[in-house]
């Protein structure tokens, strides 16, 4: 059996104007139980005190920048453009880790060096900071959507092969690049254990997501027991105007 010294792994946290959040989500990155991490934070020219937090852990932090960027997906590309792990995990800065959650992907990475995917169990949190609900699933999932992107490390090699996120999404990106990469045969590898908390009331749960997930059905061409609505399709493009198809 395969094993691998205790690699680096980069973990990256885009951030614009989330103060309140902030914080809980760095502690739980400069707090696992695993130590050989490179975290790095984009900030989008954040004005609300997002950066005075950023600074309060700065020494704990091996790069971040604040600066006006055109969105999430230019953000997380940014931070990819700098990680040097083996593996990359992206955790927005209104979710948490467990404290446990790198040491656990990374023992079973070394169990499983050819493994391009990992991902685990994902907690949602609705209300008053109440757990609702914990989801989790195979790569089979993203026959029907999305597999739980919070929980993904990814490894370097893989984002080197597919590339880097398509900056035209505004929330459906991570469903477009996963497609991308089960297309390129990427190896996945489930774990049944709780890695991530993730905060109810973001934009991947809007309709501005829902719309761009059945694009990518259709041009992905998923098979999938969920009936596509043309005409929220069509209000979509009208209003967002997204050149998706073509780049």
């Known amino acids: 059996m395969k094993n691998v010294e205790n690699p680096l792994i980069s973990i990256i946290t885009v951030v614009f104007n989330n103060v309140h959040t902030l914080e809980q989500t760095i502690n739980s990155v400069v707090n696992q ?17 997002s950066v005075d937090v950023i600074k309060k852990y700065e020494s704990k932090i091996s790069y971040w920048v604040s600066e006006p960027d055109k969105g999430i997906y230019y953000a997380m590309n940014k931070g990819l453009s700098i990680a040097t792990g083996k593996l990359v995990s992206i955790l927005s800065s209104d979710d948490w880790y467990e404290s446990t959650t790198v040491e656990k992907a990374v023992n079973y990475y070394k ?5 391009d995917i990992i991902h685990g169990l994902l907690r949602f949190i609705g209300a008053n900071d109440m757990p609702d609900l914990v989801t989790g699933h195979y790569n089979s999932f993203l026959t029907k959507g999305m597999i739980e992107h919070p929980t993904c490390f990814i490894s370097r090699k893989m984002y080197d092969k597919v590339g880097f ?22 190896k996945f590898l489930f774990i049944p254990e709780l890695f991530t908390n993730f905060r109810r009331g973001g934009i991947s749960s809007s ?8 694009l990518i059905k259709k041009r992905f061409k998923v098979i999938s027991n969920v009936k596509y609505s043309y005409w929220k399709v069509f209000i979509y493009l009208i209003f967002f105007k997204q050149k998706i198809f073509n780049s």
Not at 35 to 40: A, K, L
Not at 111 to 115: A, D, G, I
Request: charged residues 25%; without cysteine.
């Open 33 to 49: 139980s695993y130590s050989n991490i490179e975290y790095i934070i984009i900030d989008g020219g954040s004005t609300d005190g």
């Open 111 to 115: 169990l499983n060096p050819e493994v």
């Open 165 to 186: 996120y398509n900056v035209h999404y505004k929330s459906a990106g991570d469903y477009e690049w996963m497609l991308r990469a089960k297309k390129l045969e990427a």
């Open 207 to 214: 309709y501005i997501g829902a719309s761009e997930e059945l």
